[in-house]
């Protein structure tokens, strides 16, 4: 197992991790098998998406805005972050992805994100 620190610097953002966890495949020499990415935070999420245009990240973000308002007049938790745990759920916690032959099976415009709500 290998921990991955992830710097975030806005309270939406999807940074992508596909190189730290291809780089581990790599450490590793693992050659077949399964990786899973798992985020053990309940405000951020996990997702595997479009990695070439940036829009996509930008549309995502804010079609789960739309979704899930940070601002909702019947949400009660104190912290006042339900919008943040509500993203999260609908990413979920984890992603798994194929490893064959040494190499991470994703599509060509695919990659692995960290999504960060809170």
Known sequence: MKKIN???NRRDEMIDVTNEVHQYIKETGIQNGTVIVYCPH?????TINENADPDVKRDMLRRLDEIFPWEHSKDRHMEGNTAAHMKASYMGASQHVLIHHGDLVLGTWQGIYFCEFD
């Open 42 to 46: 309940t405000t951020a999420g996990m």
């Open 6 to 8: 992830v710097q975030t």
